[in-house]
């Protein structure tokens, strides 16, 4: 989808000429000529993108960008402000309104496109975290954002260790930031030794640019350092290092120099909607990991531990491998709810699915099935290597009782537990399925076949007093 913006200049020519300009961006422009109208826009639809022109009929592009930012429902939206001048000070003026970036009127077509597609990128993440974490939000994770930030890492990569001095000195009068800086040529074989730092400042020499913006692009293709924001500043006004910057990942590009001042501004923007998107990023995975998680007792849940079945299924039957499923179930557990009450039964639950964690490897897979039922699923040479770690879970879980400190009370715990082995079910299936995409709809079968076999065992445990390990049919 075309990325739509919203031009705002009371000069109908100055509308038009950005109008050309942003035709190459393939972007949905709509104009308006009053702040008053560009309110009335925005509130019917939010742009991608907010550009303001010179001074307006109603009230100048700074105060509108202003009144914009103090708007909690656009205080995410990029704001580009074209100035007539350009200068220093114009620049200095709409970073501290809340713009994302300041230019004349004359800058070259190339160089504003590469800052507009930055821009709709950063932008477009921040959306397609946002839905997601909407969409994925469940009760009880719905916490504000409000929580305590560290202060920001921010790693200068200057060209030599005379200019990392001399900006790092300079930075640390305008930010709260922890700083450090490194040459160029040495980051990257470093950055294993310090951790992820929030913003890189990247120094990138126009005459000789290759090596600055390899790092830039080795910065992005890397998984830890892939969320840091990058400011690119070169020693001179150049289109072609200034789109290559832009392209390859940077955030932002101080365009003449390196300008402490103007730099913080950017920092501080730049960390602000990381640190954002951070926490974005992070409620989208906590809302994944709890979809797949029991709350009670932190195992997985039916719902991840089937699809995992059916992978391992498959993969078993391409490696020859074997592997064995498990239902255990503790004994008697109604009378523990009857008796103790439901939150010692809670107790007990987790207890017991700790245990039995702690008993397995990290390869293995645990997972709460439902009520005081657990699933075990670990890879085993043979029939004897999987009642083995059956009746260590059993013997752990019987080892001491469940103890209830605020009430004073231990509860004996024992667990049954049936036991199925892969390989039974595994060679039926490529027997009965020859061909490939057969023996993947046998493979998914696998899972749910192996669960009732290990289900009828766990019946045998049952019937034969509890406390006990039982093999399915085949496997025995």
Not at 414 to 443: E, M, Q, W
Request: charged residues 25%; glycine residues 6%.
């Amino acid at each position: 989808m075309a990325a739509r913006v919203l031009i705002v200049d009371s000069i109908s020519a100055n509308r038009i000429l950005l109008k050309v300009k942003l035709t190459g961006a393939f972007a949905h422009v709509e104009q308006s000529a009053s702040a008053g109208e560009a309110l009335d826009l925005l509130h019917a639809e939010t742009p991608d993108l907010l550009v303001l022109g010179g001074d307006l009929v109603d009230m100048s592009a700074l105060k509108l960008c202003k009144l914009v930012k103090e708007d909690p429902a656009f205080a995410h939206l990029p704001i580009l402000i074209a100035n007539t001048e350009g200068t220093r000070t114009d620049r200095i003026e709409a970073l501290r309104a809340g713009a994302d970036d300041a230019f004349d009127m004359s800058v070259s077509t190339d160089a504003l496109l590469a800052r507009i597609r930055s821009i709709i990128r950063a932008r477009s993440s921040y959306e397609e975290l946002r839905l997601r974490e909407q969409t994925s939000q469940i009760p009880g994770l719905a916490e504000s954002f409000a929580g305590f930030d560290g202060p920001a890492q921010v790693l200068l990569a200057s060209w030599n260790a005379a200019e990392g001095l001399l900006w790092s000195a300079q930075l640390q009068h305008e930010v709260p930031y922890g700083v450090r800086h490194q040459p160029v040529a040495q980051i990257m074989q470093n950055m294993s030794l310090f951790a992820p730092p929030d913003a890189i400042v990247i120094s990138l020499r126009t005459a000789t640019p290759d090596e600055s913006l390899r790092l830039l692009a080795e910065v992005r293709a890397r998984a830890a350092t892939r969320q840091a924001a990058v400011l690119v500043v070169l020693d001179a006004e150049d289109d072609a290092a200034r789109i290559n910057a832009l392209d390859l990942g940077a955030n932002d590009v101080l365009i003449d120099g390196f300008d402490a001042e103007e730099a913080s501004l950017r920092l501080a923007a730049m960390i602000a909607r990381k640190r954002l998107t951070d926490r974005l990023r992070k409620r989208v995975e906590d809302g994944l990991t709890a979809a797949v998680t029991d709350p009670l007792t932190g195992l997985f849940n039916r719902r991840y531990a089937m699809p995992h079945l059916n992978k391992l299924a498959q993969r078993a039957h391409t490696q020859r491998g074997d592997f064995a499923v498990m239902l255990a179930d503790l004994d008697h557990f109604k009378d523990v709810n009857d008796r103790f009450g439901h939150a010692a039964g809670d107790i007990v639950l987790a207890e017991i699915a700790r245990r039995m964690r702690r008993c397995l490897s990290q390869a293995d897979l645990i997972a709460r099935m439902g009520g005081e039922e657990f699933m075990i699923v670990v890879p085993v040479e043979d029939v004897a290597a999987a009642e083995q770690i059956a009746q260590r879970l059993c013997d752990v879980v019987r080892s001491e009782p469940v103890y209830l400190r605020g009430r004073d009370i231990q509860i004996p715990v024992t667990v049954s537990i049936g036991v199925a082995l892969g390989s039974d079910l595994i060679k039926a299936s490529s027997d009965a399925a020859p061909t490939s995409h057969l023996r993947v709809a046998a493979n998914d079968g696998i899972a749910s076949a192996l669960i009732d076999r290990a289900d009828q065992a766990l019946y045998g445990a049952k019937a034969e007093g509890r406390d006990k390990v039982t093999l399915s049919c085949p496997a025995a």
